[in-house]
Protein backbone atom coordinates (compact mmCIF):
# COMPACT_ATOMS: atom_id res chain seq x y z
CA UNK A 1 0.00 0.00 0.00
CA UNK A 2 2.40 2.66 1.08
CA UNK A 3 4.95 1.29 -1.78
CA UNK A 4 1.77 2.19 -4.22
CA UNK A 5 1.03 5.67 -2.82
CA UNK A 6 5.09 5.99 -2.57
CA UNK A 7 5.16 5.62 -6.89
CA UNK A 8 2.01 7.83 -7.14
CA UNK A 9 3.90 10.90 -5.18
CA UNK A 10 6.51 10.70 -6.81
CA UNK A 11 5.06 10.54 -10.14
CA UNK A 12 2.80 13.54 -9.47
CA UNK A 13 6.37 15.11 -8.10
CA UNK A 14 8.04 14.01 -11.79
CA UNK A 15 5.26 15.78 -13.48
CA UNK A 16 5.27 18.69 -10.87
CA UNK A 17 8.46 19.64 -12.08
CA UNK A 18 8.24 18.40 -16.21
CA UNK A 19 10.21 15.10 -16.02
CA UNK A 20 6.88 13.44 -17.42
CA UNK A 21 3.36 14.38 -18.31
CA UNK A 22 -0.41 13.72 -17.99
CA UNK A 23 -0.36 11.09 -20.43
CA UNK A 24 3.09 9.44 -19.21
CA UNK A 25 2.20 9.94 -15.54
CA UNK A 26 0.49 6.34 -15.29
CA UNK A 27 3.51 4.64 -16.89
CA UNK A 28 5.99 6.11 -14.89
CA UNK A 29 3.93 5.52 -11.83
CA UNK A 30 4.26 1.52 -12.73
CA UNK A 31 7.86 1.72 -13.49
CA UNK A 32 8.41 3.40 -9.84
CA UNK A 33 5.91 1.08 -7.85
CA UNK A 34 8.16 -2.43 -9.70
CA UNK A 35 11.31 -1.00 -8.45
CA UNK A 36 10.19 -0.15 -4.66
CA UNK A 37 8.33 -2.97 -4.72
CA UNK A 38 11.92 -4.88 -6.27
CA UNK A 39 13.91 -3.29 -3.35
CA UNK A 40 11.60 -4.05 -0.96
CA UNK A 41 11.68 -8.19 -1.68
CA UNK A 42 15.40 -7.86 -2.39
CA UNK A 43 17.10 -5.91 0.04
CA UNK A 44 18.59 -7.37 3.68
CA UNK A 45 19.51 -5.88 6.49
CA UNK A 46 23.37 -5.54 7.33
CA UNK A 47 24.37 -6.76 10.44
CA UNK A 48 27.50 -5.20 12.26
CA UNK A 49 29.82 -8.30 12.06
CA UNK A 50 33.59 -8.71 11.40
CA UNK A 51 34.60 -11.89 10.05
CA UNK A 52 38.75 -12.36 11.39
CA UNK A 53 41.11 -15.23 10.99
CA UNK A 54 39.61 -17.03 7.94
CA UNK A 55 41.79 -20.06 6.90
CA UNK A 56 41.28 -22.99 3.98
CA UNK A 57 41.52 -25.86 6.05
CA UNK A 58 43.11 -29.03 4.40
CA UNK A 59 39.79 -30.65 3.27
CA UNK A 60 38.92 -27.54 1.25
CA UNK A 61 36.47 -25.73 3.59
CA UNK A 62 37.28 -22.40 5.86
CA UNK A 63 37.40 -22.00 9.40
CA UNK A 64 36.63 -18.29 10.66
CA UNK A 65 35.85 -16.59 13.52
CA UNK A 66 32.77 -14.24 13.53
CA UNK A 67 32.67 -11.02 15.88
CA UNK A 68 29.37 -9.88 16.40
CA UNK A 69 27.77 -6.70 17.19
CA UNK A 70 24.05 -7.77 16.11
CA UNK A 71 23.58 -4.02 15.19
CA UNK A 72 21.62 -3.16 12.04
CA UNK A 73 24.02 0.00 9.90
CA UNK A 74 21.69 -0.42 6.77
CA UNK A 75 20.00 -2.54 4.09
CA UNK A 76 21.45 -3.67 1.34
CA UNK A 77 20.52 -5.06 -2.20
CA UNK A 78 22.97 -8.25 -3.11
CA UNK A 79 22.05 -9.30 -6.81
CA UNK A 80 23.34 -13.03 -5.87
CA UNK A 81 21.00 -13.13 -2.62
CA UNK A 82 17.82 -12.12 -4.90
CA UNK A 83 18.26 -15.50 -6.14
CA UNK A 84 17.79 -16.94 -3.01
CA UNK A 85 14.48 -18.55 -1.80
CA UNK A 86 13.30 -18.62 1.16
CA UNK A 87 12.86 -21.79 4.11
CA UNK A 88 11.50 -21.83 7.24
CA UNK A 89 13.71 -24.64 7.93
CA UNK A 90 17.27 -22.51 7.21
CA UNK A 91 20.63 -23.60 7.52
CA UNK A 92 22.45 -21.03 6.18
CA UNK A 93 23.24 -17.82 7.77
CA UNK A 94 24.54 -14.18 6.23
CA UNK A 95 27.43 -13.10 7.23
CA UNK A 96 28.89 -9.60 6.74
CA UNK A 97 32.07 -8.42 6.29
CA UNK A 98 32.08 -4.18 5.95
CA UNK A 99 29.36 -4.51 3.18
CA UNK A 100 30.19 -7.97 1.87
CA UNK A 101 27.97 -10.46 2.48
CA UNK A 102 28.40 -13.74 2.69
CA UNK A 103 25.46 -17.01 3.00
CA UNK A 104 27.30 -19.44 5.01
CA UNK A 105 26.01 -23.08 6.39
CA UNK A 106 27.52 -25.54 9.18
CA UNK A 107 25.85 -28.39 6.21
CA UNK A 108 26.76 -30.11 2.93
CA UNK A 109 24.94 -29.53 0.41
CA UNK A 110 25.45 -32.01 -2.78
CA UNK A 111 24.42 -31.30 -6.71
CA UNK A 112 20.90 -30.04 -6.80
CA UNK A 113 20.34 -29.25 -3.28
CA UNK A 114 18.59 -25.72 -3.15
CA UNK A 115 20.22 -23.55 -1.02
CA UNK A 116 17.79 -20.97 1.06
CA UNK A 117 17.91 -18.85 3.15
CA UNK A 118 15.14 -17.37 5.89
CA UNK A 119 13.59 -14.03 5.41
CA UNK A 120 11.55 -14.33 8.91
CA UNK A 121 10.71 -16.20 11.68
CA UNK A 122 12.13 -20.03 11.84
CA UNK A 123 10.15 -22.55 12.62
CA UNK A 124 11.10 -22.59 15.85
CA UNK A 125 10.60 -19.20 16.09
CA UNK A 126 7.18 -18.74 15.14
CA UNK A 127 4.03 -21.04 14.41
CA UNK A 128 3.14 -21.81 11.01
CA UNK A 129 0.64 -19.74 10.55
CA UNK A 130 2.42 -16.19 11.93
CA UNK A 131 5.28 -17.69 9.09
CA UNK A 132 2.17 -17.67 7.06
CA UNK A 133 1.29 -14.30 7.29
CA UNK A 134 4.52 -12.96 7.72
CA UNK A 135 5.78 -13.70 4.56
CA UNK A 136 2.56 -13.40 2.70
CA UNK A 137 2.36 -9.69 4.02
CA UNK A 138 5.81 -8.46 3.02
CA UNK A 139 7.05 -10.93 0.56
CA UNK A 140 3.29 -11.77 -1.06
CA UNK A 141 4.19 -15.55 -1.27
CA UNK A 142 2.33 -18.93 0.17
CA UNK A 143 5.60 -20.50 1.87
CA UNK A 144 5.66 -24.32 0.84
CA UNK A 145 9.11 -25.18 2.41
CA UNK A 146 9.60 -28.57 4.62
CA UNK A 147 8.34 -26.90 7.73
CA UNK A 148 5.16 -25.74 6.25
CA UNK A 149 4.10 -28.32 4.26
CA UNK A 150 4.78 -31.21 6.96
CA UNK A 151 3.60 -28.72 9.64
CA UNK A 152 6.21 -28.29 11.92
CA UNK A 153 5.38 -26.18 14.93
ZN1 LIG B 1 7.82 -22.30 5.34
Not at 16 to 29: D, H, M, T, V
Not at 47 to 71: A, F, H
Request: proline share 1%; hydrophobic share 35%.
Amino acid sequence: MFDTLGALFLSLLLKKIGICNENSQLNIAKILLKHLLQINMNSIQIIDQKITDITKLENGEYSYRIKLNEESVGIGLYKCMSLVNHSCYNVTKSLFNGSELCLVSNCSFQNGDEITYNYGPHFKQAKKDERQQYLSDLYYFQCQCKACDQNWC
